[in-house]
């Protein structure tokens, strides 16, 4: 029985939620949608993700493109790590795997900014083994969290929150499991 198990923290460990964050800054649903399109859909955004510019240029480049949302764009992206929230679920499940003496590792497609976010807030971090947080495509991510913490895929479990992670990681050579829910994760490793 595999005793390693390799969680992807955005989306089994944590919710990442825009839409649900924007309107509890803006009642006015006509707003926080404009925010959501011009914020998280732009290319800056993506960038941003991917760690290929600060947040204080997505900040300034987007600023820009829509001066008269200035206020509301420097708002949105002061907070936007509030987008994530705990699934608590999960944590309880992590609990329960750390009791059985289980291995737990995460790979966590967070820029520095929510590094740092993810480390200060989330204490129950402590409760996996090891991690990594990076910009990487899920493929190299999880090799490089294999690398550094001596992992054999064979001897692992990946839990991912979307089909392509869990490609990516059956390549990989992992036994790979689509996050549907703590619950049926919970039948799943025992």
Known sequence: MEQNYIFSLCGTVLYYDPRTFLRTLWKDEARALRLYELV????????MEDGAISREDAMEWLCRRAPAETEHIRLVLK???RCLTPRWETVELLLDMKRQCKK????????EDG???????????SLFDGGVFSCEESGAMVDRLCTLYRLDPARCVFVGADAEQRKAAETAGFRAVLFTGAERLRDIVG
């Open 115 to 125: 590094k740092e976010y993810a480390e200060k807030t989330y204490p129950f971090l």
């Open 79 to 81: 907070h936007w790590l």
């Open 104 to 111: 737990l590792y995460f790979a966590a497609a967070l820029n």
């Open 40 to 47: 998280f859909l732009s290319q800056e955004w993506r960038m």
